[in-house]
T-cell receptor, first 114, second 113 residues
Framework: NAGVTQTPKFRILKIGQSMTLQCTQD?????MYWYRQDPGMGLKLIYY???????DKGEVPNGYNVSRSTTEDFPLRLELAAPSQTSVYFC?????????????FGEGSRLTVL | GENVEQHPSTLSVQEGDSAVIKCTYS??????FPWYKQELGKRPQLIID?????GEKKDQRIAVTLNKTAKHFSLHITETQPEDSAVYFC????????????FGQGTELSVKP
């Protein structure tokens, strides 16, 4: 199993550009999440999904969009990138069953908006 | 919505000492409280979790305690080692199996040899 795979690992955007961060998992997990991590600020939930076709906002959804057309994929779309979106983005998945609610994180995507 | 506060933001201990990190949460409906460890440049990884029907849980040198009345929970690391140096995050969720996890701000633990 590859686990949770995110691409790209690094990206530099100009203000106003758009891009999609890709996330795929091969563990057949129902739950998937997008978090952003700013220095000293912990992990902030952007969007999450409890299954294919279902998404919901987290703590900081403004400026982002998501879709969940399959169990495996959960892309995060940034429209009109702004410097405030400079961050490290983590995708995660969870089986939501059994005795654990463990989140399995991808390696992260470092995004810089200039 | 849920809000999780974590203290201290940085913690430095000597090897062999104990370390304690504390978190408080705001939503009394929260019932799942995990702790994640993130080494420099790496992804966060679960180290221990506790549910609201349990007051304490131990796993070798780490333990977590939960006080539902006061709405706070703590991570205890005994006999610290240099490899314990990392950022530790607490989190809370109303969903007993994970769901919408809200994280604290993180604690950077440094264990000096």
């Amino acid at each position: 199993n590859a686990g949770v795979t995110q691409t790209p690992k690094f990206r530099i955007l100009k203000i106003g550009q758009s891009m999609t961060l890709q996330c795929t998992q091969d563990m057949n997990h129902n739950y998937m999440y997008w978090y952003r991590q700013d220095p000293g600020m912990g992990l902030k939930l952007i969007y999450y999904s409890v299954g294919a076709g279902i998404t919901d906002k987290g703590e900081v959804p403004n400026g982002y969009n998501v879709s969940r057309s399959t169990t495996e994929d959960f892309p995060l779309r940034l429209e009109l990138a702004a410097p405030s979106q400079t961050s490290v983005y983590f995708c995660a998945s969870s089986p939501r069953q059994g005795n654990t609610g463990e989140l399995f994180f991808g390696e992260g995507s470092r995004l810089t908006v200039l | 919505g849920e809000n999780v506060e974590q203290h201290p933001s940085t913690l430095s201990v000597q090897e062999g000492d104990s370390a304690v990190i504390k978190c408080t949460y705001s939503d009394s409906a929260s019932n799942y409280f995990p702790w994640y460890k993130q080494e420099l440049g790496k992804r966060p990884q679960l180290i221990i979790d506790i549910r609201s029907n349990v007051g304490e849980k131990k796993d070798q040198r780490i333990a977590v305690t939960l006080n539902k009345t006061a709405k706070h929970f703590s991570l205890h690391i005994t006999e610290t080692q240099p490899e314990d140096s990392a950022v530790y995050f607490c989190a809370a969720s109303w969903d007993n199996q994970g769901g919408k996890l809200i994280f604290g701000q993180g604690t950077e633990l440094s264990v000096k040899p």
